[in-house]
């Protein structure tokens, strides 16, 4: 399930590495105030999504980011600077499935128009769509890699007015 605080320390390790590139895991245990284990926990789901990658140097194992972005990401990330979708992907993430009905209730817009951003996120292959007991419900295709770009990257720093979507989503 979508850890709002797991999203956060890692984006956070993810920004420190950014500004400072090549700490170990101490290093960065220490700058943070959270625990050797935790962090290195937070550091090998960053490598194996290929967020960070981790170079042995000096005795040492030193984190560095992945700064390549390739077209798929560039497509995925730019349909994610836009607040509906954003908010859609958000949402998905948070309540695993839900139909059309259900994600009309947190969106004060024509039915019409969230089809129209759903079916951009089905053909950017971000979400997907299978029928459970009758009613087309929506998901999240790769969970964790939408949660890598969401880390990586931030869009949601580039929504107006969406300049934390954690903590100004309220979930009912």
Not at 98 to 115: G, W
Request: hydrophobic residues 35%.
């Amino acid at each position: 399930m979508y850890n709002e605080p797991d999203l956060e320390i890692r984006r956070k390790i993810y920004n420190l590495i950014k500004k400072n590139p090549g700490l170990n895991a101490k290093k960065i245990s220490d700058i943070l105030k959270i625990s050797g284990q935790l962090t290195d926990y937070h550091l090998l789901y960053l490598e194996r999504h290929k967020i960070i990658q981790s170079v042995k140097e000096e005795g040492y194992r030193r984190y560095y980011r992945i700064c390549e972005m390739g077209k798929n990401d560039r497509k995925k990330l730019s349909l994610l600077r836009q607040e509906i979708p954003l908010k859609i992907v958000l949402l998905l993430l948070e309540k695993f499935s839900l139909s059309h009905k259900e994600l009309l209730s947190f969106f004060d817009i024509a039915p019409s128009t969230l089809s129209y951003h759903l079916k951009k996120l089905v053909k950017s292959d971000i979400v997907y769509s299978e029928m459970v007991a009758s009613e087309k419900k929506f998901k999240i295709k790769d969970k964790e890699y939408v949660k890598g770009l969401l880390i990586k990257y931030k869009p949601y720093s580039w929504v107006d007015n969406f300049t934390d979507a954690w903590s100004d989503l309220s979930w009912e």
